[in-house]
């Protein structure tokens, strides 16, 4: 799925189609909006869908799968990825983790069936699970590799370090670590210039996770990419004085570029030398379709204009 130092491509997140998070079912209308926005996303040259069975209590992967059912040749023209390991709701936790071998199988079994194929391309690990061992891990994957039910494996949310400890005892590489990262939410950029700083106390952000991943060709995802729309929607009074100027600073780049905000928003995630993923979260088609440059536009972003939008998000120079 990944090359090292491969160039970032846009994913779409398919954490909005479905309906409510409840445990209604989801009706035409689901289905139809979850068709539009696959059409949208194909039409500015996205290929990898990414689902969690968690999303919309399973109802995401569901309504895919009934634009796959229906629409034929589909599932060979995109790439599939969904994630396990979340419980919510169950044994009276509210949320709880579970990366056991039985868990694996059972979600994994349980979310092809909801997508309605044979298989799916990536299996992420959605969450680090303190209770893991790695070698059920690697034993459950391998299986389902067998099978045909899974063609490769990626994490989400875990550090370098974890992801060392992961692959040391599994025999499959992993492609891929999800994590968030956005203009809005930098702390994993912030993280690696504050080294040896006060301000570095202010960030949780794991030492050395880009640069691993970096080293050893695991594509970097960023959920939340877009800002949940804070710099390209918001109402100017719902915003601080940073994010104001972000937008307005985001806005001049656009006319500059002769594109949208969101494609300047994006392509200065794909700028960074990880090669960013930024993965597309917005059930809007035109939005969508605002992100088509992102590509382009980080190849012709100057590195002046990268730090000029990171300070002024930051609210502040470096040191």
Not at 303 to 314: D, E, I, N
């Amino acid at each position: 799925m990944t090359k090292a130092n491969g160039p970032g491509r846009l994913i779409y997140g398919c954490m909005g189609l479905g309906g409510p998070w409840d445990g209604t079912s989801y009706d035409a209308a689901e289905i139809e909006q979850a068709a539009a926005v696959i059409e949208a996303a194909q039409g500015i040259g996205i290929e990898l869908f990414d689902h969690a069975d968690i999303y919309r209590s399973g109802k995401s992967e569901a309504v895919f799968g009934e634009v796959l059912a229906r629409s034929q040749g589909l599932r060979e023209k995109i790439t599939l990825q969904t994630k396990c390991g979340i419980r919510l709701g169950e044994r009276g936790l509210q949320t709880h983790y579970d990366l056991s071998r039985e868990a694996i199988l059972e979600r994994v079994n349980e979310s092809l069936k909801r997508l309605q194929t044979d298989y799916v391309d990536v299996l992420l690990l959605h969450r680090p699970d303190p209770l893991m061992d790695a070698r059920e891990v690697g034993d459950a994957v391998g299986q389902l590799i067998a099978e045909g039910k899974v063609r490769q494996l990626g994490v989400s949310n875990m550090s370098g370090a974890q992801i060392a400890y992961l692959q040391d005892v599994l025999e499959m590489p992993i492609v891929a670590n999800q994590l968030e990262m956005s203009l809005l939410r930098s702390d994993w950029l912030e993280s690696t210039v504050l080294v040896n700083n006060p301000g570095d106390r202010a960030y949780s952000f794991p030492h050395g996770t880009l640069e691993h991943c970096m080293a050893h060709g695991i594509e970097l995802q960023a959920y939340g990419s877009l800002a949940q729309g804070r710099y390209t929607g918001a109402k100017p009074e719902e915003l601080s004085a940073a994010e104001s100027a972000t937008a307005v600073m985001l806005k001049q780049l656009a006319a500059e570029h002769g594109t949208t905000p969101e494609s300047v928003l994006l392509a200065w995630l794909m700028k960074h030398p990880a090669r960013i993923s930024p993965v597309v979260g917005t059930t809007s088609p035109a939005r969508i379709e605002a992100c088509s440059d992102a590509a382009v536009v980080a190849k012709d972003m100057t590195r002046a204009q990268w730090y000029g939008l990171w300070t002024t998000a930051r609210g502040s120079n470096l040191p």
